[in-house]
């Protein structure tokens, strides 16, 4: 090529290709890299419930001072109630006013305290042997000479009650993270502790609410909708550790909370009605991910009376989404605080099952489409097996009215490959839902090599992401729908499974990265309409 020679693009007004679909650009968010617990979900005490671990109370500590003396152990003898086994029981022989005693939360990497600001702390207490009060809580410095602020309970007594108390920090403090949660007592006896939460301002002053830098940065994609709750997560590593819908709504006292597959424990605060909220806080709308019989370890439900269950439990799911209030599941939404049904058009029956090596899928996604369309006749079901898959692994039994397909590439494969890739499909549909995509640099995500990477891409991988969404713009009248994944990750140390992710933070800051910033131009800048464009004389594109 003659490098004088002048690139011309020409853009062809007069005949417009196509329209774009108003789904481009959603978000895809699931329990990874501590995306909720120490994420968005604004809940700043790690291992609220206990049950994080059988053996010891992790992330809680001793907190004494002087010459107070106590020892702390899990006590499953005294739960505040049926849904939570265990609590925390502190045995205090020795503490007084100058020298009090109790146990130190430094919540997700310590605690992000700022200046003048009202923390709410909800906690389960009573006491015995003699301890009667008051219980102090304290926010304090990682090395406890500093405090950020304290409030107080006066008295305890021998029977679970539930406190809740304002810390407001003084004002004038340097925002921090070194910090930690203390709540102490000056007399000796036994203090037990069960279910204790603490929450800064959240998103719109929510109840068990969202984090505001991060809500902020994910309301400026404009996102067009959410899909929820996975990934792996909705799947879990076994049957019972799955996203167990009815085991995430109602008081956060009685979420239990489920090993989830990234390798830690979820709390369940961030449950089936939190994702709604959070779908309506954004302006967008919910894509619902339901559990379709099969884990990640390879246990699943036979396609017949075994799997039942879980197609009920799919549509008692989209009946608390949608269903009037005087359906059972629409009553409880309505319990839950929301009347109103939610809007929901999208349904997928669960994730990645091209990974299922039972051969059981197309089954399974009989069973829950057939069950979906006779109640919901109107909602879209998409299947989770693409047309990148081999065709022994795509769905043949029904005809799904989208397939959600998931690319990680690198993103020199991205430049290469978008301007054609998804040419050759078959323009009668299905539609395609772009569920999962992210372009990396050289080193895939599940690579271990990987994990020397930074948590977040360069920018030579959001060009590979621009690259693929035009390609997906282009191709509206086919993918109609497309989100980036991961979303979210805490960019402390053991904090992160997967890279790279959207948007990083630790307790009290949060960033973009490249790729956030190129979706962001794309998404708050969509157009209506396809425009032919053809470029000669570039040594870069050809068409
Ligand atoms: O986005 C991370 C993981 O990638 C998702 O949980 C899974 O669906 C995919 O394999």
Same mark, same amino acid.
């Given at each position: 090529m003659n490098?004088?020679?002048?690139p011309?693009m020409?853009?062809?007004?007069?005949?417009? /290709?196509?329209?774009?679909?108003p789904?481009?650009?959603g978000?895809?968010?699931?329990e990874?890299?501590?995306s909720?617990?120490g994420?968005?979900y604004?809940e700043?005490i =790690?291992?609220?419930?206990?049950?994080?671990?059988?053996?010891?109370?992790?992330?809680?500590?001793?907190a004494?001072a002087g010459g107070?003396?106590?020892?702390?152990?899990l006590d499953?003898?005294?739960?505040?109630?049926?849904?939570?086994?265990?609590?925390l029981?502190i045995e205090?022989?020795?503490?007084s006013?100058?020298s009090?005693a109790?146990?130190?939360?430094a919540?997700?990497?310590?605690?992000?305290?700022?200046?003048n600001?009202?923390?709410?702390?909800?906690f389960?207490?009573?006491?015995?042997g003699?301890?009667?009060g008051?219980?102090?809580?304290?926010l304090?410095?990682?090395?406890?000479?500093?405090?950020?602020?304290?409030?107080s309970?006066?008295?305890l007594t021998?029977?679970?009650? !539930?406190y809740?108390?304002?810390i407001t920090?003084?004002?004038g403090?340097?925002?921090?993270t070194?910090a930690k949660l203390?709540l102490s007592v000056? !007399?000796?006896?036994?203090?037990?502790?069960?279910?204790a939460?603490l929450?800064?301002?959240?998103?719109k002053?929510r109840?068990?609410g969202l984090?505001?830098?991060?809500?902020?940065?994910?309301?400026?994609?404009k996102?067009?909708f959410?899909r929820?709750?996975?990934g792996?997560?909705?799947?879990?590593?076994t049957?019972?550790t799955r996203?167990?819908w009815?085991k995430?709504?109602?008081p956060i006292?009685e979420?239990?909370?489920h090993p989830?597959?990234?390798?830690y424990?979820s709390s369940d605060g961030m449950?089936?009605?939190e994702f709604?909220l959070?779908?309506?806080?954004?302006?967008?709308?919910p894509?619902l991910?339901?559990?379709?019989?099969y884990?990640?370890?390879g246990e699943? /439900?036979?396609p017949?009376?075994?799997?039942e269950p879980?197609?009920q439990?799919?549509?008692?799911?989209?009946?608390y989404?949608?269903?009037?209030?005087?359906?059972k599941?629409?009553?409880q =939404?309505a319990?839950?605080g929301h009347?109103?049904p939610f809007p929901?058009r999208y349904v997928e029956?669960?994730?990645e099952?091209?990974?299922?090596?039972s051969?059981?899928?197309d089954a399974?996604? /009989?069973?829950?489409?057939d /069950?979906i369309?006779?109640?919901y006749?109107h909602?879209?079901v998409v299947?989770?097996?693409g047309?990148?898959?081999p065709?022994?692994?795509?769905?043949?039994?029904r =005809?799904?009215?989208a397939?959600?397909e998931h690319?990680?590439?690198k993103?020199a494969?991205f430049i290469?490959d978008?301007?054609t890739?998804f040419d050759?499909?078959?323009?009668?549909?299905p539609?395609i839902f772009?569920?999962?995509w992210?372009?990396?640099?050289e080193v895939v995500?599940?690579?271990?090599?990987?994990?020397g990477?930074p948590?977040?891409?360069?920018m030579k991988?959001?060009?590979?992401?621009?690259?693929f969404?035009?390609?997906?713009?282009?191709?509206?009248d086919?993918?109609?729908?497309?989100c980036y994944?991961?979303?979210?990750?805490?960019?402390?140390?053991g904090?992160?499974?997967?890279?790279?992710?959207l948007?990083?933070?630790?307790?009290?800051?949060s960033f973009?990265?490249?790729?956030?910033?190129?979706?962001q131009?794309?998404? =708050?800048?969509?157009?209506d309409?396809i425009?032919?464009v053809t470029?000669t004389?570039?040594p870069?594109l050809t068409?």
């Amino acid at each position: 090529m003659n490098r004088r020679q002048t690139p011309t693009m020409t853009i062809d007004a007069a005949q417009p /290709a196509g329209k774009v679909s108003p789904l481009h650009y959603g978000l895809m968010t699931e329990e990874i890299n501590f995306s909720y617990d120490g994420g968005l979900y604004a809940e700043l005490i =790690r291992n609220r419930a206990f049950l994080d671990s059988e053996k010891e109370a992790t992330h809680w500590s001793l907190a004494l001072a002087g010459g107070a003396m106590a020892k702390m152990a899990l006590d499953e003898s005294n739960p505040i109630n049926s849904a939570l086994p265990r609590c925390l029981r502190i045995e205090v022989a020795t503490a007084s006013r100058t020298s009090p005693a109790g146990v130190a939360n430094a919540g997700y990497w310590g605690i992000p305290i700022k200046p003048n600001t009202r923390y709410k702390a909800t906690f389960f207490a009573k006491a015995t042997g003699g301890l009667t009060g008051p219980i102090f809580l304290l926010l304090q410095s990682g090395d406890g000479k500093t405090l950020y602020g304290q409030a107080s309970v006066a008295k305890l007594t021998d029977t679970w009650t !539930q406190y809740t108390v304002t810390i407001t920090t003084r004002k004038g403090i340097a925002p921090t993270t070194d910090a930690k949660l203390v709540l102490s007592v000056e !007399q000796p006896g036994t203090l037990y502790l069960g279910m204790a939460s603490l929450f800064p301002p959240t998103w719109k002053n929510r109840a068990n609410g969202l984090r505001p830098d991060l809500m902020q940065m994910l309301v400026d994609l404009k996102p067009a909708f959410l899909r929820f709750p996975g990934g792996n997560y909705l799947e879990g590593n076994t049957i019972a550790t799955r996203f167990d819908w009815k085991k995430t709504i109602g008081p956060i006292s009685e979420r239990p909370g489920h090993p989830c597959p990234w390798g830690y424990r979820s709390s369940d605060g961030m449950g089936l009605m939190e994702f709604l909220l959070w779908c309506e806080d954004m302006g967008a709308e919910p894509v619902l991910g339901v559990y379709a019989g099969y884990s990640l370890r390879g246990e699943y /439900a036979k396609p017949g009376p075994e799997l039942e269950p879980y197609v009920q439990e799919a549509l008692e799911e989209i009946e608390y989404v949608i269903g009037p209030v005087s359906s059972k599941w629409g009553a409880q =939404r309505a319990k839950d605080g929301h009347p109103k049904p939610f809007p929901l058009r999208y349904v997928e029956v669960g994730n990645e099952d091209f990974f299922d090596r039972s051969g059981s899928y197309d089954a399974r996604f /009989a069973q829950f489409y057939d /069950a979906i369309k006779r109640v919901y006749p109107h909602l879209k079901v998409v299947s989770t097996v693409g047309n990148e898959q081999p065709a022994a692994k795509r769905v043949k039994s029904r =005809r799904p009215d989208a397939l959600d397909e998931h690319y990680y590439r690198k993103a020199a494969d991205f430049i290469k490959d978008s301007p054609t890739h998804f040419d050759k499909y078959d323009r009668s549909g299905p539609e395609i839902f772009v569920g999962e995509w992210g372009a990396h640099e050289e080193v895939v995500p599940w690579s271990p090599q990987s994990r020397g990477l930074p948590p977040t891409p360069s920018m030579k991988a959001a060009l590979g992401d621009a690259a693929f969404m035009t390609a997906m713009e282009r191709t509206s009248d086919l993918v109609t729908m497309q989100c980036y994944a991961p979303l979210l990750v805490n960019v402390n140390p053991g904090g992160r499974q997967w890279r790279p992710n959207l948007i990083g933070y630790d307790a009290l800051r949060s960033f973009g990265s490249p790729s956030y910033y190129a979706i962001q131009m794309f998404s =708050r800048n969509v157009g209506d309409e396809i425009l032919k464009v053809t470029l000669t004389g570039s040594p870069l594109l050809t068409s």
